[in-house]
Nanobody, 116 residues
Framework: VQPVESGGGLVQAGGSLRVSCKVS???????????MGWYRQAPGKERELVAT???????WYIDSVKGRFTISRDNANKKVYLQMDSLKPEDTAIYYC????????WGQGTQVTVSS
């Protein structure tokens, strides 16, 4: 099962982007059993978990994105979204989705570049 991410791009600081992920290869019941998350990897840095969401939409965020990012999910269609507002240059990274335990194969991610 390999999630497919999309929606990245180039945006100026202060702007917004919404990235999406579809986990079409997973059985719906399996997807719904997972806490899903968005990760990011900046150049020269390790991949980090940015936000997670449970089946019932309870969410968690790292401190650096709290109040700016919003994670959501569509259980019926096996999709996960990350709305990113008030973007900063330090948010520049490749964004990936996976379960919170990284149980699926890693997709190619989607590049988010924030210019100052």
């Amino acid at each position: 099962v390999q999630p497919v991410e999309s929606g990245g791009g180039l945006v100026q600081a202060g702007g917004s982007l919404r990235v999406s992920c579809k986990v079409s290869g997973a059985i719906t019941s399996v997807f719904n059993s997972k806490i899903m998350g968005w990760y990011r990897q900046a150049p020269g840095k390790e991949r980090e978990l940015v936000a997670t969401i449970t089946r019932l939409s309870n969410s968690w965020y790292i401190d650096s994105v709290k109040g700016r990012f919003t994670i959501s999910r569509d259980n019926a269609n096996k999709k996960v979204y990350l709305q990113m507002d008030s973007l900063k240059p330090e948010d520049t990274a490749i964004y990936y989705c996976n379960s919170d335990m990284g149980e699926f194969s890693w997709g190619q991610g989607t590049q988010v570049t924030v210019s100052s």
